[in-house]
Structures are given as structure tokens and as C-alpha cells.
């Protein structure tokens, strides 16, 4: 399986390079260069399969000779061994049609575990093979750095500086973070906004040798990998649920495009998916490119759902991709357009093909609260207001024919979120048991100006160099 950039000329790489790249050189994504097809027989054979045996099927096709099937096995037992319910992505009933995807069962109680818990194990098995080193710099508002810390906590061939705007992420997206005393984890507290940190982030990767001295990596969901990661769940969910034979629909709180856009692979795969609905909290820039064709980046507004905040989307870039005919020349010139405007139309051939599947729905803090309401006093469900965002979106879709089910994704523990649940339904959800002595550990962070002189040296002096 080769792997081709959706601005065209990067070169194509096998899934190791595109593992270990993450951004295309040309500043494209990178995406299969086609997608590989599983026949009704090969879906139905999944009926009775574990988690662990849904992943091997699912990205086998997608790995093409960088592991064999019993490395990958090996590595999907370890990654989800960690999760701590045995169905791994348990599915939840909570009227006849509405069902919740339970994606949080992982060690930092998000659904990004599912994809980095993979990650991490790739990447030590892939940078082993070549004793190479990695040095991982992200920004994080919460959810992306604890779990990407957990993926890497203790590992040999990579360091990570998970930078957080100090003072505004939660108590418990904090401690997750800083109470990993392992040596190769570097946390750094910028007396800044999260934008501040994320403009020292991309300055890091600009600075072409120190980017290449460190050998810098990223972990956002632009990497490909972390995608593949979360197609498997859709097959495991739709099966329990009576696909091939009946099509399923999803609901996806949305920010990035990256765990909707692993349910359109699914699709693409040959899963009987009826509908992706497309659920956006106030910050609606997804909402009004797919039902208006208009990609128009506003200021973010904060809400209850800090991982839902963002302003531009950065996987939407494959759907763009694929739906346009895949024409990576013309879709470069196209994100030039909006990366110097900030806004741009999508094409007729992007519209109608997005349309073919995906729905959305903007969810207010209102509607929001309702659907936790909802699922709390009519099916005894706690969840959190990410979800809620789904789980109001997927009861809005009332035209989708009676007998398709609709799985809502739960992204996140309601515990993660605590305020904003007892807000909504007057109960403080518990820490579980794994993570109930965070507020005993010791931290350990720094505390940096948002400066590039000031992290760039702190980077420079912890982190290992090439060669
Ligand atoms: C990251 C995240 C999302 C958004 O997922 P995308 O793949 O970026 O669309 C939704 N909910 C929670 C809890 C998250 O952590």
C-alpha cells in the first residue's frame, strides 16, 4: 500500500514513512492511494470477532508488508490490553434506535487512547528497526497531550515537550499530564493562550535544523496512522449492530475531522454506513462548509467542549481530497487561497459528493445540555458534554429511515468534564478507580515565557540529537 499527498507532490511512502512523517513536505496530508474493499463475507466473517481481532482485519490492508499480521496482533493486544473494559469500545442502548459508541475506557479517559495508544508501539517498533530517535513537540488544550504522554511514557527512541497554555486546561487534563514522571516526558506550562503555544510549536518545526537535529514529530490527527486507528470501530460497532445486512448511522462530536473521517473510510471499505452526521458545538465552521459550502474561519468561541473549539479543520483536507476527484494540484492552490483569506467556497464536485453522506448540525450550550439531560433520566447514562454534542445531533436526525440505528460516539469520561455535567444534571461524576490517586501524585512542569529563544534552548538541552 502506497500513500499520496492531497497537495500533490510529496512523494509517495509506504506506511512506515508515512507513520514516522506525519505531514506530507509538501504541507498535504497523506491518504491511501486507494482504498482497499472488504466484501460482504469479509464483513459478516467479523460477527464474533474480539476488538483486538477487528483491528488485524480492519488495518491489515492498510499496513501492506510493514508488519506481519502477527506483529500487528502483538501490538493491538498491547495497545488495547491497557483499556479497562474487555469489549474495549463497549456499545450502550438507550432508547430503540439510539445507541452511544463508549470510546473512553482507555488510560487518559478520551478516545484519542484508541488511536495513540497504537501509535506509541509504532512508532518504537519502527524507529528500533532503524535506531533512529524521535522527539515529539505538540501544544495541547487538554485531551490530545495527556494521551499522546501516556502513548510514550518510558519509551527509549522518543522524548516528548507537550507544551500547555499554563492555567487553562482542567485540574484533572493537567495532572494526567505532569504526574508522568518518566524521563523522556517534558511538560512546559507557557504563560500564554493555547494559539501562543501552537505558533511556538510550528516555529519549532520551521526552523528546518532544529527541526532536523531532533528529528521533530508530530502527533496531531493529521497523522495517518492515528486515522486507520479509530476505521476499526466503526466495523466493530456496525457488526454488533447488524451490518452487512443493516446500514448503520453515526453521530461524531467533530473538531479536527479526524474520527468522522475514519467512519467515511469505513464507508469507503465497503461498511453499510447510512449517514454521518457531523455535530459541531457554537464553533460551526464544519456546519457551514458542508451545508453551505462555505469554509470561513471565525474567532473561536470557548464553550463546554474545549475539544470541539477550533476554528480551521485540519483533516477536512482529505475529504476535500477525495471527494474533488483527488486532484492534488488544484487542491494545493485551493488551500493556498484560504491559508492567505481565511475563507474559501467548496466546489460544486466537493459539496455534492461530502453530501452523498454527511449531514451537520451546529448544537448550542442549550441543546447541549438537554440531550445529557436526556440520557442521564431516561437511560441512567452519564456522559460528557462532547458527546452530548453528539447525542443532541443524532436526535435531530429524525428523517433517516425508522430502522437504521444511530450510534452517537462518546469521546471523552463524563469525569473529564466534571463541572459541566453537574451543571447539566446536578450529579458529580466520579474519577474511576484508575485514575483516583491523580490528585495524590507529585507534578513536575516548567513554566516558560512564550518565548521560541526560551523553549527551543529548554528542547535543546533534554532532548536527544541525531547521529
Ligand atoms: C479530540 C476530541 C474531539 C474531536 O475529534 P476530532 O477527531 O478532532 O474531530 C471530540 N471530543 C473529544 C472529547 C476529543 O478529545
Redesign the pocket.
Known amino acids: 500500500m502506497k500513500y499520496v499527498s492531497t497537495r500533490g507532490s510529496a512523494p509517495a511512502l509506504g506506511f512506515e514513512d508515512v507513520t514516522l512523517a506525519g505531514l506530507a513536505s509538501d504541507g498535504g496530508l497523506y491518504v491511501p492511494e486507494s482504498w482497499p474493499a472488504f466484501t460482504r463475507e469479509d464483513i459478516a466473517a467479523m460477527a464474533g470477532l474480539s476488538y483486538v481481532d477487528t483491528a488485524v482485519a480492519v488495518m491489515r490492508p492498510f499496513i501492506g508488508g510493514a508488519l506481519s499480521d502477527e506483529e500487528l496482533r502483538e501490538l493491538c493486544a498491547a495497545a488495547y490490553g491497557r483499556f479497562s473494559h474487555r469489549a474495549v469500545t463497549p456499545l450502550v442502548q438507550l432508547d430503540h434506535r439510539q445507541w452511544m459508541l463508549e470510546l473512553f475506557h482507555g488510560p487518559t479517559l ?3 487512547d484508541v488511536a495513540l495508544q497504537l501509535l506509541g508501539l509504532l512508532f518504537e517498533k519502527f524507529l528500533s528497526r532503524r535506531e533512529d530517535h524521535l522527539t515529539i513537540v505538540g501544544a495541547t488544550s ?3 497531550g495527556s494521551a499522546a504522554i501516556d502513548a510514550v511514557a518510558g519509551r527509549a527512541k522518543v522524548d516528548i515537550f507537550m507544551l500547555h497554555p499554563d492555567g487553562r486546561v482542567s485540574d484533572v487534563q493537567r495532572r494526567q499530564m505532569t504526574t508522568v514522571l518518566a524521563p523522556n516526558v517534558h511538560n512546559i506550562a507557557i504563560d500564554g493562550s493555547f494559539d501562543d503555544a501552537q505558533a511556538l510549536v510550528k516555529a519549532m518545526f520551521n526552523d528546518a535544523d532544529f527541526s532536523a537535529r531532533f528529528n521533530l514529530s508530530a502527533v496531531n ?1 493529521i497523522n495517518w496512522a492515528r486515522l486507520m486507528a ?1 476505521v476499526v470501530y466503526y466495523f466493530y460497532a456496525a457488526v454488533r449492530l447488524g451490518a452487512p445486512d443493516r446500514p448503520v448511522a453515526f453521530s ?10 475514519a467512519g467515511y473510510v469505513a464507508s469507503k471499505m465497503g461498511l453499510p454506513v447510512a449517514r454521518l452526521i457531523v455535530a459541531t458545538n457554537v464553533n460551526d465552521i464544519l456546519h457551514r462548509a458542508l451545508a453551505e459550502g462555505d469554509y470561513s474561519q471565525g474567532t473561536v468561541i470557548p464553550t463546554a ?1 474545549p ?2 473549539d ?1 476554528q480551521v ?1 485540519s ?1 477536512f483536507e482529505r475529504l476535500l481530497f477525495d471527494v474533488g476527484g483527488r486532484d492534488g494540484i488544484a487542491l494545493a492552490e485551493q488551500m493556498r487561497g484560504f491559508e492567505a483569506t481565511k475563507a474559501m467556497r467548496l466546489t460544486n464536485a466537493q459539496r455534492e459528493g461530502a453530501s452523498a453522506l454527511f449531514t451537520s448540525h451546529r448544537v448550542d450550550a442549550d441543546r447541549m445540555n438537554l440531550a445529557l439531560r436526556w440520557a442521564y433520566e431516561g437511560a441512567g447514562q452519564v456522559i ?1 458534554p ?2 452530548a454534542v453528539g447525542l443532541a445531533a443524532a436526535l435531530a436526525a429524525d428523517d433517516l429511515p425508522a430502522d437504521v440505528p444511530v450510534v452517537t460516539l462518546a ?2 469520561h463524563a469525569a ?1 468534564f466534571r463541572d459541566a455535567v453537574e451543571r447539566a444534571i446536578g450529579l458529580r461524576p466520579g474519577l474511576p478507580s484508575r485514575i483516583g490517586t491523580l490528585f495524590d501524585r507529585e507534578e513536575s512542569y516548567a513554566r516558560l515565557p512564550a518565548s521560541f529563544e526560551a523553549v527551543t534552548a529548554y528542547v535543546a538541552e533534554r532532548a536527544t540529537p541525531r547521529g
Do not use: E, L, R, Y
Open positions: 478520551a478516545f484519542k487538554g485531551d490530545t490527527s479509530q461524531v462530536p467533530t473538531g479536527n475531522f479526524g474520527d468522522v473521517f467542549t475539544s470541539m477550533i479543520s483533516n460528557d462532547h458527546s469521546t471523552a473529564k
